[in-house]
Nanobody
Framework: QVQLVESGGGLVQAGASPRLSCVASGRTFSTNAMGWFRQAPGKEREFVAG????????AYADSVKGRFTISRDNAKNAVYLQMNSLKPEDTAVYYCSIGGWRIATMAAQYDYWGQGTQVTVSS
């Protein structure tokens, strides 16, 4: 059974730089793209960042470009999201996901999801 477990969320102040982690278990995903999405109250789930299976290609939403960095460690079956210069508008539940062989920006293109970790940014 595939399971994704996120960690690293919480209540932080604006400008903070937390790192989210996600570890997958149940099978190896070294040849799958991985991604981070987020969902704020009353809003749809939105793409945040994605990374190719090699880690050589990444993609970001315009709202986080230059502030967030996605990375992965295939040996640990893990993906990370380094978030810098957080803003109150970054407040959301953050989900990690596993997709196909290339980066995708639509949630429907991802097959496995974690339960999410809440990130709340206070001003």
């Amino acid at each position: 059974q595939v399971q994704l477990v996120e960690s690293g969320g919480g209540l932080v102040q604006a400008g903070a730089s937390p790192r989210l982690s996600c570890v997958a278990s149940g099978r190896t995903f070294s040849t799958n793209a991985m991604g981070w999405f987020r969902q704020a109250p009353g809003k749809e789930r939105e793409f945040v960042a994605g990374i190719s299976w090699t880690g050589g290609s990444t993609a970001y939403a315009d709202s986080v470009k230059g502030r967030f960095t996605i990375s992965r460690d295939n040996a640990k079956n893990a993906v990370y999201l380094q978030m810098n210069s957080l803003k109150p508008e970054d407040t959301a539940v953050y989900y990690c996901s596993i997709g196909g062989w290339r980066i995708a920006t639509m949630a429907a293109q991802y097959d496995y999801w974690g339960q999410g970790t809440q990130v709340t940014v206070s001003s």
